[in-house]
């Protein structure tokens, strides 16, 4: 196993929400890294296209097509990448997202109850079918993909940032209950990028600029770019780093 730098030669990686966006960027560029990958999402086909992608620098790809929030799918992501991988060494958590907007006080509580599934409960599950593998190995690294929603108030998006802001404090839990396990759990924290997720924002040119000008930086983020920051946290770059949010959002917290 080669432990040096941002190498991922010799580890195994899971990554959820693989399809497309952030999960695509991150799986393409950890099997460039030299790591075997487990991919998941729900459309099969798109999965195809990500594992020939993946497959094309050598690494072994691991295709299952899954809804992370099925009552059975967990434990059989997780069982399913470590009969394909021979092991898991790296988690990336990182399906979810919001698929609507609306004040707490008119939402749908079936509504604040798919969002938690989808950001929250579904990653509990996956940790607790993937963990103890994890710890057998001694080196290893959870991910767990939050947003800027959890780290400040998000109108419109409780549902989301109440998700986003509890898997900051997950992780912080997780971390410190297996630091001297061989295992590191840490979140990434995208601010905005250009995905299919925040599509819905540059559809209109007044949108885009209310949300563009609130960066720092004045642009969209990209996915290759959160995807280095995947890369910094799964590796032994990242070795002496536990508990922590990676925040990469073109300055967007910094702002007064
Ligand atoms: N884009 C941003 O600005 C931004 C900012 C902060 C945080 N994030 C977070 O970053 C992560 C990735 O976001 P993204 O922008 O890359 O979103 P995206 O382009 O919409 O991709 C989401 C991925 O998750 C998969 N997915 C969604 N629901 C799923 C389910 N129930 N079961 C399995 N897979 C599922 C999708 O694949 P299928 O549809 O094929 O299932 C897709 O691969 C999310 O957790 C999101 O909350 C994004």
């Given amino acids: ?18 399809s497309r966006g952030i999960g695509r960027a991150i799986a393409v560029l950890f099997a460039q890294e030299g790591a075997d990958v487990a991919i998941v999402a729900r459309n099969a086909e798109a999965l195809d296209e990500v594992a020939a992608e993946v497959r094309a620098t050598g690494a072994v790809c691991v295709v299952i097509p899954a809804d992370v929030t099925a009552d059975d799918a967990p434990q059989r992501i997780v069982d399913e990448a470590i009969a394909g991988l021979g092991g898991l060494d790296i988690l990336v958590n990182n399906a979810g997202g919001n698929s609507f907007m609306a004040p ?35 080196h290893a690294s959870v991910i ?30 997780v971390a410190v209950e ?19 997720l925040t599509g819905f924002l ?47 959002d073109g300055g967007l917290t910094a702002n007064p």
């Avoid at 959890?150 to 839990?173: E, V, W």
């Fill in 178 to 196: 297996l630091a001297t396990e061989g295992v590191r759990v840490n979140a990434l924290i995208p601010g905005w990028i250009d995905t299919d």
């Fill in 202 to 248: 540059r559809e209109d040119d007044g949108v885009e600029h209310a949300v563009i000008d609130r960066v720092p930086m004045k642009r969209w983020g990209k996915a290759d770019e959160i995807a280095q920051g995947a890369l910094f946290l799964a590796s032994d770059a990242s070795s002496f780093m536990t508990g922590q949010n990676l925040v990469l």
């Fill in 104 to 138: 707490l006080h008119t939402m749908r509580y079936s509504g604040w109850q798919k969002t938690m599934n989808l950001n929250l409960d579904s990653i509990v599950r996956l940790l607790q079918a993937a963990l103890p593998a994890m710890i057998e190995t001694r």
């Fill in 1 to 18: 196993m080669d432990t040096r730098g941002t190498s991922l030669t010799g580890r195994r990686a899971l990554v959820t929400g693989a």
């Fill in 144 to 173: 767990n993909v939050s947003s800027v929603a959890g780290t400040n108030g998000s109108p419109f998006m409780s549902h989301y940032g109440a998700a986003k802001a509890a898997l900051i404090s997950l992780t912080r839990s």
